[in-house]
């Protein structure tokens, strides 16, 4: 983790609504099922890249909740030739994966996505330590799971 990366101002001010950020090209999304579970996402004002992680655990239905970091543009493009090169070592990719990661910086937002949409349910500043599993990423956002009888 790189402790002198920042979120721009931007994706540091995510509220609820249509995300200010894109996934950007299909190569960005680096592991997903139902939905991206780990993406680089750019800023739609600035370009500024950032390091979406879907948090593991049970969230709401309909709902899913991950962690936002900053990342360099540099890393990023040095992570995506390094990965169009392929290689025929086969722990070199989740390697080169792992060396992406580390290069964020550490997370600094929670935020609720609605399931197969760029659409913010709740955001919420993130502070420095350790993330939450996502069912207390919900309490934080403010979208504790109700419980029916």
Do not use: K, N
């Not at 090209?25 to 800023?43: I, T």
């Not at 948090?55 to 493009?77: C, S, T």
């Not at 993330?131 to 979208?143: E, F, K, M, T, Y």
């Amino acid at each position: 983790m790189r402790a002198d990366l920042a979120l721009c101002a931007h994706l540091a001010a995510l509220a609820p609504g249509p995300a200010p950020f894109t996934l950007a090209a299909e190569e960005e999304l680096l592991a997903g099922y139902d939905g991206p579970e780990l993406a680089v996402v750019r800023c739609r004002t600035c370009g500024a890249c950032g390091w979406l992680e879907r948090l593991e655990g049970a969230a709401r239905p309909g709902l899913r909740v991950f962690a936002l970091a900053a990342i360099r543009e540099a890393d990023v493009a040095l992570y995506l030739r390094d990965r169009a090169r392929g290689s025929c070592d086969a722990g070199r990719a989740r390697a080169e994966l792992d060396a992406l990661a580390a290069s964020a910086g550490p997370f600094e937002r929670l935020l609720a996505l609605a399931a197969g949409e760029l659409r913010i349910a709740a955001s919420a500043a993130l502070a420095p330590g350790p993330v939450p599993p996502a069912r207390a990423a919900l309490a934080q956002l403010g979208l504790e799971e109700t419980r029916g009888g």
